[in-house]
T-cell receptor
Framework: DADVTQTPRNRITKTGKRIMLECSQT?????MYWYRQDPGLGLRLIYY???????NKGEISDGYSVSRQAQAKFSLSLESAIPNQTALYFC???????????FGDGTRLSIL | QKEVEQNSGPLSVPEGAIASLNCTYSDRGSQSFFWYRQYSGKSPELIMS????GDKEDGRFTAQLNKASQYVSLLIRDSQPSDSATYLCAVNPSGATNKLIFGTGTLLAVQP
């Protein structure tokens, strides 16, 4: 089983819909992250959380919200999806300072 | 704006050759450095971490760090077609406590 699990793996939806992407981890890491990846733009940080009571905006948080329901769970919501939010979304985890991040398999999201 | 720069490529090398991938970063106080491999449509996979000046070897991979020149590189010896992927450089800048900055990646193509 994957250490960092994202659901769903693929999602096609319509403009204006509310969407939730979920991430759970069995690594026991305290830090969790949400990124989006677009061709030519690389990975861009949306939100991150260093523990259950800590939520921080990344560089592109507008139009997104998150919830850290437990140490192992971090969900990303698009309240009213728009086509330019079509992208590949990744959840990642890490533990401690200066340590690498470990990525889930990603969610391919298409908004029509 | 803290930045990480990579040549987007593609970098084309023949099978069995050494592939050299380069990355520069803007924050002189950066503390930790990572190389990820990403196959098309898949998630980034950690292949190397380096924290101090010099070389670090792991199998066919060698990471090189020069903090004075703000430069980190990845060498892949005996390149194989299966090494064909995008390689992402990630840097943990000063004060960021694990909020990595990613380059946009270099596409490596190993020709059989």
């Amino acid at each position: 089983d994957a250490d960092v699990t994202q659901t769903p793996r693929n999602r096609i939806t319509k403009t204006g819909k509310r969407i939730m992407l979920e991430c759970s981890q069995t690594k026991g890491h305290d830090r969790m992250y949400w990124y989006r990846q677009d061709p030519g733009l690389g990975l861009r940080l949306i939100y991150y959380s260093f523990d259950v009571k800590d939520i921080n905006k990344g560089e592109i948080s507008d139009g997104y919200s998150v919830s850290r329901q437990a140490q192992a769970k971090f969900s990303l919501s698009l309240e009213s999806a728009i086509p330019n939010q079509t992208a590949l979304y990744f959840c990642a985890t890490s533990q401690g300072n200066n340590q690498p991040q470990h990525f889930g398999d990603g969610t391919r999201l298409s908004i029509l | 704006q803290k930045e990480v720069e990579q040549n987007s490529g593609p970098l084309s090398v023949p099978e069995g050759a050494i592939a050299s991938l380069n990355c520069t970063y803007s924050d002189r106080g950066s503390q930790s450095f990572f190389w990820y491999r990403q196959y098309s449509g898949k998630s980034p996979e950690l292949i190397m971490s380096i924290y101090s000046n010099g070389d670090k070897e792991d199998g066919r991979f060698t990471a090189q760090l020069n903090k004075a020149s703000q430069y980190v590189s990845l060498l892949i010896r005996d390149s194989q077609p299966s090494d064909s992927a995008t390689y992402l450089c990630a840097v943990n800048p000063s004060g960021a406590t694990n909020k990595l900055i990613f380059g946009t990646g270099t596409l490596l193509a190993v020709q059989p």
